[in-house]
């Protein structure tokens, strides 16, 4: 068998590859542009002192001058009302499967895994057609309604709503409170996990959202982050590198620091298997 | 006054009615008028005049910038759907794609009658109005003229032992060229003549050929990318890039490689001239300015990249006043000094340019008169024969250009797949 | 008496019912819109829009199936197909079986630095398309990129156009989604390698078997479902693939077309000058079908991997 501090070693190698990039865009999003794209790179030029030579510049040029601190807060504001609105509905609707008993109940919910399998990406041109007919182009609505839809958080939800003792939902019935009390007060804080766990993957989802938003959100007021970011990319006039990257660099901190703090959840949620 | 008396006035009254209702008069009876901009800088004009324009015409001006990747997608959507669609737009000349030769399918209406009876149109250089011309059709108002001058790096070029000043064509220029990059470092040169990201008919390549007269287009809008002429400039092209004096145009770098002496000429519009604003500043190169070189004999010494156009969205119905408006925001002789002082852009009409903003030497360039220079060469800007696939037939060559610089294609084989890829959209 | 009770017991269990069912419509409801307006309501559009020539603001006149034909016969589209292909089968061959190595050898380190070496293969996961063309666009830059001046001092060949070299478009995308996805695959198979009980692994090593044995017989077995889930799920999403394509190779050409896939050419047709929407709504379909059969059989063939699905 392979010595353990072998492959130790070869696993930090490649750590090191996969951080790199993300090491560069830490670097480079505090120095002004005549430093980010010199060839050699500055820190093996000048060594340590290249560590002083950092600077908020970049920094202040994209959040002012070229107001993305403006699309931050699209970004924040589409990222949580697209969390919330897919809780409600993907809870509601987990309750529905779990719990209740309808028609046609185990047809439904296999048209709705199924739905997780289609390669709905080749119909954008009639989905932006649609979404024009409802009035929803030009709008966060016609973002953050969609997001709503996810068969994955129905999915994920129902697997853990049916471990939970029916009892409890019995007695509470029995005490006569309607289901959607008990889905609200008693299930969903007991759900705590699942709806953890599908609340990182969608701000996963919609907080790196790129061919969605390009296409619904057509005022730069309503720019998120990364759409703002390939603007300000497709600039030839003036492109600013510096601001790009302090950009980037936002736009790839926020998700990184909150996987640190929630590393667990964020790894149950994403693999699909919440454990408990 | 009598009954005859009192027709005659009726009469003449309807007339006069008559008249200000065709022509729109200049009065907008305060109503709104919106208008989308995709182009921050010519903005700034705007907000500058806007309450001169507001007044001129009675009308409350309401302009949005909109960025110019969402720009088509959102008009496209907005006419769709019927709503919200601006009165007026200011949109790219390159990649529009608003305009078509057939006036019930361009998203634009055709201007063609309003020109004529303008006095001040017939003004606008053609070649820069040959832009917004398809099927014979004028569907915009050039918004600028973006002469292509030459800008070297003196200093550099001088110490290879070549004057950029004396050389009179492109052939004597990429010899020149030659001594210019046989100064290496790690295998590569440390000087470059000119710019160009290899990526077909654009930048550096886009400019020179409108100087080789040979056109993409014939006048009926189909292809003619297999024409001889158009075949022997791809294939002189190709040698000059094959000579490896072109480094790549690099639109976030350029100020960069200008200061560091990396890239020692390009071809410049208008405005692109100011990325030698910080090398010139650096004062550590002396750069010049002077017309393209020829590329035939006695051939155009210009071109021109870029610019923009107003124009009116289909299915306006006060379109006669919206064009005064235009035209008023185009061509009025009270924006033409301020447009050059702080854009540095020229408004395409010649008689235009005899104030003395142009006349003004260039500290950038050791005091030459860059103004004079661009409205001397202005004059005789080659035309270009523009239609509804033009730009995308341009992406058609740009894809086998990369295989015909990877040496996968000959220059006749790239330029017969493009021929067939562009006839192809006229289907 | 039994008529009494008889009476006072099927009156509320009829209600009860009706309840239960009239909560269903209002529970799922929402989500069943959605997903009706979402999905069925598109592929009715699509559907409509494929069958005119609707092109820029024209609606169109009723074509019939020729869009379809169009499609069929159109080398472009092909060429966008094949791209897709050997970009998925390429992706996934590097991607996953490197994945599980490294998996796998994760699974012995210590848990504390596991932590870390976790997540450092999972950061990438996170960050968006458009910062990730960025960065690789910049690092492989052909002049002044990072890696090609690592590549001069070690000796190597210093000036290749990474992202405008038609023979390197392949290779590129399947690095730079590898960097993206590698970690997200291996952080999967780590969790379904810990599923696997200690014991066995003990057991086997008294009966003495070899490490390679213990790799077929035991491992192999037990991370099967998780296999056929990523292989299923990648293979959509590669075939799938725009946002990188579209990022990393911004000049319209797609370097010479060999970087066009199948969504791009999509998007192409439909919002290019010509904004053919019924052309495009009909290669939507085509590429639809051809996507979900391969899925399909991949499901079929591979066995189905969730006990659930």
Redesign the interface.
Known sequence: MIPKIFGMIILSVIALMFLFPILWLADSAFRPQTDVLKVPPILIDKGLPAMGLFTLDSMKKALVDWNVFLSFINSVYITLAGIGLTIIICCMCAYAFSYLNFPLKRVVFVVILATMMLPMTTMIVPYFRVLGTLKLVGNPLGLIIPYAASAFGVFLLRQYFVKIPFSFIESARMEGAHDFRILFQIIMPLAKPAIAALSIVQFRQIWNDFLYPMLVLKNQALFTLPIKIQFMDSQNLNKPYDAILATGFIAAIIPIVFFLIFQRQFIEGMTGGVKH | MNTKGAILLCALLAVVFAFTACDGGTDGGGRTVTMWSFAPNNVVEWKARQADIEKKFNIKLVIEEVAQNAFFQKLQANMTAGTDVPDIIEWMIENNRVLDANPAKSYVQPLDDFVKSSSVFPKVLPGRAAWVTYGGHTYGLPHDVHPVVLIYNDTIWKSVGVDVATLKTWDEFFAASKKLIAQQSGGKPLHYALPYAKNGLQSSMFMIWQQTGSQILDASGKPTFTDPKFVEFAKKWQTWVDSGVFTDWDWGQFGALLANGTLCSFTSPDWWVGQVDTAAKEGKYQFRVRALPEYYAGGPKSASWGGSFMAIPRGKDNAAFLYKIMEYMQYDKSSIATRFKDTGMLTPMSEAWDTDVFKQADARFGGQKLGELQISVAKDMPKVVSGNIFWDAINDYTEQYAQLNAGKLTVEQALQKTQEAAAARLK | METNTGAILTKPALTK?KL??V??????G???L??L???I???V??AM?SLTDAA???PGTFTGIQNYIDVISNP?YWTSVWTTLQYTVFAMLVQIPIAFV?AY??N??KSR?R??????????????????A???R??F??????IN?AM?TMGLP??T?WV????LVIPMLVIVSS?QWM??HA??FL?NLQTIDRSLFEAAKLDGAS?LRVLFQIVFPMVRPAFTFVM?TSA?GC??L??LVF?LF?????????ART??AY??DE??????R?GY??A???V??FM??IV?LFQLRFLGLGKA??
Do not use: C, H
């Open positions: 019912k239960e069912m909560t269903a419509l209002y529970m799922a929402p989500y069943v959605l997903m307006v979402f999905t309501a598109v592929f559009m699509g829009m820029r603001l024209d472009k490294l050898i994760l012995n380190i630095f932590a870390v070496l976790r997540a450092s293969f999972f950061i990438p996961v996170l960050i968006n398309n458009v910062v990730i960025l960065l690789f910049m690092l830059s052909g002049d002044y990129g990072i001046w001069g210093n000036n156009e405008k070299n038609p023979n960097w970690g997200f952080v999967y969790a490490p299923i959509i075939l799938q725009f946002d990022l911004p000049d319209a050409g797609y370097v010479g077309g060999t199948i969504i999509i998007y439909a919002f290019s000058q010509q904004a929407f495009a709504s290669a939507g379909f590429s639809f996507i979900l899925s659930e699905e």
